[in-house]
């Protein structure tokens, strides 16, 4: 346990903290695990960004702090970091789960690696990887100084990746989950019926399935005929069926996803029968 302690410490640190003195920060204490601070550290964290409280989340970085999300170019200052995480959370409805599985402490830095997931309502996987952060201890209280997120490889752009889309619409949908299938939609996304008008918005697209769904709970079936993978882009084109109160119609769809950030979201979507 040491000698991965100390393999991480000089690799994982040094890459996250080029610039910050060891030395001003009590660098001459031994390094020692600190799982206690890092769990509860992870527990505030969770707690504000699942209550949607943006604010709070920023409350726990360092005024100078930079934070590198996946997909994304770095962030500095806790102003910057607000706002990013202000729009992740969106109109809520998302669960993200923190599993520190290592910690570091050395004077007044906190170095924790662990895991991420993020959950839709209806507890189906929308993203996971890893992270990173150096907590700094500033005027006795903890505050992240750095930190780095990593999207799992296996949710990377593959064979599999279109399937897995697929799936994670028709289980929101068959749940009759109406918050969960708008967590899969971009702020900004545009749904389209023939012949009827378009629904642009996250929010809209949430209300146009739950008035869909009528206060019943209709099922239903994708069967994806073309794909297209180009870096974080996914074009899925194919054919699906509803069935609703014994009655079953048939037609097809088009979705343009994008890997926003740790998660897939659709941009663009076209339904017709």
Not at 142 to 161: A, C, F, N, Y
């Amino acid at each position: 346990m040491n000698r991965t302690l100390g393999n991480r410490f000089v690799v994982g640190l040094a890459a996250m903290i080029v610039g910050t003195s060891l030395t001003a920060c009590g660098g001459a204490a031994t390094p020692a695990e600190d799982k206690a601070d890092a769990d509860q550290l992870a527990a505030t964290w969770i707690k504000a960004f699942n209550a949607g409280d943006a604010a709070a989340v920023a409350a726990l970085y360092a005024e100078d702090a930079h934070s590198m999300p996946t997909g994304g170019a770095a962030i500095t200052g806790r102003s910057a970091i607000e706002s990013y995480w202000r729009e992740d959370i969106g109109s809520g409805g998302a669960v993200t789960k923190l599993t520190p599985s290592d910690s570091i402490v050395q004077g007044d830095l906190l170095h924790v690696d662990g895991t991420y997931e993020v959950a839709g309502k209806d507890g189906v996987t929308l993203g996971k990887g890893q992270y990173q952060q150096l907590w700094r201890r500033i005027d006795s209280q903890w505050k992240v100084q750095h930190e780095i997120w990593r999207l799992d490889p296996s949710l990377q752009s593959g064979p599999q990746t279109a399937d897995r889309l697929a799936s994670l619409w028709t289980t929101a949908y068959n749940a009759g989950d109406a918050a969960g299938l708008m967590a899969l939609y971009d702020k900004d996304a545009e749904l389209s019926t023939r012949p009827n008008s378009n629904v642009v918005g996250r929010d809209a697209i949430g209300s146009f399935w739950k008035q869909d769904f009528g206060g019943g709970k209709p099922s239903t079936t994708l069967t994806l005929t073309d794909v297209y993978m180009s870096g974080d882009l996914a074009h899925l084109e194919g054919e699906y069926d509803v069935t609703d109160k014994g009655q079953v119609t048939k037609g097809h769809y088009v979705q343009l996803w994008k890997q926003d950030g740790d998660a897939w979201r659709i941009h663009r979507e076209m339904w017709w029968q």
